[in-house]
């Protein structure tokens, strides 16, 4: 090897380590940011020896993967957990040792009626009756509330989630152009990519999401369920949000390019993200569990509904509960957002101007054919005990309220409870899990790509020592050099 050959080699050495150490520096700097990755020196040999081909970065795609499938999992279930809780805390569900839920204050009726029963003569006892009536009707208007109130805040939240969405698909648009111009000119580019990588995991937890890479880096995003996202440029992510929702109105779906992606008539339906976790709360959870309550306050209004005593079959009418428009008690079929509707009659109310003691003889509708009580005795209790009865006797159902076919009106109200307790469990599992999956997949590509301080240390400590080699061997070829040229001039 001649000198000048083994100056070169020396000399492109020392630029090759210079580059290794700096490059190591941006990692030590690095170190800690989230979503960081490791940059690497990718090293390329020719006939002078090592030099550096390009800049590169530690990447795990199938971890990368699991991460965004997790987030997804994560944001879809975090959304229907949290809505459940907030229900379930405003409604007092599942407080068994104070608990105010619907099933909880019918069984303080029943009770009361009871009581009422052993001294029908007795006002207060009738007037604690009357209050436990009143808390059983106020607490199906608060469920109502309360249940529509999370239906419109899901929808709120889906059209916020959606303008995330596009927000991040721009973003994205501007950096993924950035990276594959970069790629295709061979430059550093891993900075891009980090910073891409985080706006995927940002809208992962949004929208269920799967990437497909192409030349010079370029990335398609489709949706978990199919639907291109972004190619070269974004999709229109579209979504109208309903000004008030109600008991029995359906929410608006979301829509990509015109393709539905939310809702049961969706083709191609988004399986995880937060979108699809508060459209699945909007509409179908919370609808159901309005159901529920609708049905319940049917049967509190056909069990405490008055027959007529005169025997001329006229049909039942609305006794203790009563709603809007009420004459007769309603029949088989669910009314929705009668939970919402559902009173205390007036007529048995007297801070109203009713009067009590039609709760204990009937005539509730004013109707004499349906006074229960035709002597008017303050001893009589038939029809408070009917009223105890009637709370426990099955009536028919609607199956839409997956409540079964028949039902008392205290097992309908425990039913629904359970119904509830069941799904908020469920929901509450699925986010612990998914939380956690996604924790771990977020730690495993941080061990897996991340900047680990301890092991730049060391490499900077080596490639220093390195650099201290090959610049003795330059000195020295430097020291042959001047060696033979002081030989040449003499």
């Not at 000004?243 to 083709?267: C, E, F, H, R, W």
């Not at 339906?269 to 159901?288: F, H, K, W, Y």
């Not at 009590?356 to 003889?361: A, E, T, V």
């Amino acid at each position: 090897m001649s000198l000048q050959t083994a100056g070169a080699i020396a000399s492109r050495s020392l630029g090759t380590i210079s580059n290794q150490i700096s490059i190591v520096s941006r990692n030590i700097s690095a170190a800690g940011t989230p979503g960081a990755s490791e940059k690497l020196a990718l090293l390329a040999t020719d006939d002078l020896g090592v030099g550096l081909d390009s800049i590169g970065r530690a990447t795990n795609g199938a971890l990368f993967r699991s991460l965004l499938s997790a987030n997804g999992d994560q944001g879809a279930a975090r959304s229907v957990s949290e809505a459940l809780d907030r229900i379930d805390q405003a409604l007092d569900l599942s407080n068994a040792s104070n608990s105010r839920s619907p099933a909880s204050l019918i069984a303080r009726l029943t009770s009361a009626l009871q009581s009422y029963s052993a001294t029908p003569g007795d006002e207060t006892s009738g007037q604690i009756a009357l209050s436990a009536a009143k808390d059983v009707a106020a607490k199906l208007r608060d469920a109502t509330a309360v249940t529509q109130d999370a239906r419109r805040d899901a929808d709120a939240r889906i059209d916020r989630a959606v303008a995330d969405v596009n927000d991040l698909l721009a973003k994205f648009e501007a950096v993924n152009a950035e990276v594959v111009s970069g790629s295709a000119a061979r430059a550093d580019v891993t900075d891009a990519l980090d910073q891409r990588d985080g706006l995927l995991t940002q809208l992962s937890a949004s929208i269920g999401i799967r990437t497909v890479t192409r030349a010079h880096n370029d990335i398609v995003i489709y949706t978990d369920s199919g639907v291109t996202l972004f190619e070269t440029q974004p999709r229109t992510v579209t979504f109208q949000q309903t000004p008030n929702l109600a008991p029995g109105t359906s929410g608006a779906a979301v829509y990509i390019d015109g393709v539905q992606v939310t809702g049961v008539k969706s083709p191609l339906a988004l399986q995880s993200g937060e979108i699809s976790g508060l459209s699945r709360l909007r509409d179908v959870l919370a609808p159901q569990y309005q159901r529920q309550l609708d049905e319940t306050a049917r049967a509190l209004v056909v069990a405490f509904a008055e027959e007529d005593q005169s025997g001329s079959g006229g049909p039942p009418l609305a006794g203790l509960f009563t709603y809007a428009g009420a004459s007769t008690a309603p029949g088989a079929a669910l009314i929705g957002g009668l939970a919402g509707a559902i009173e205390v009659n007036a007529a048995v109310d007297p801070s109203v101007g009713g009067d009590l003691s039609r709760l204990r003889d009937g005539g509730v509708s004013g109707n004499s054919d349906y006074v229960y009580n035709a002597s008017g005795a303050s001893g009589y209790s038939t029809r408070i005990l009917q009223l105890v009865e009637a709370a426990a006797t099955p009536l028919a159902l609607d199956p839409i309220a997956e409540l079964g076919t028949r039902g008392s009106v205290a097992s309908i109200a425990s039913s629904s409870n359970g119904w509830f307790a069941a799904q908020r469990q469920q929901h509450t599992r699925d986010n612990t899990y998914s939380s956690a999956l996604s924790a771990q997949a977020t730690q495993a590509l941080s061990n897996s790509t991340g900047v680990n301080l301890d092991e730049q240390m060391s490499r900077m400590l080596s490639l220093e020592s390195s650099y201290q080699a090959s610049a003795r061997l330059l000195e020295t070829v430097n020291g042959l050099f001047n060696t033979l040229l002081a030989a040449l001039r003499a």
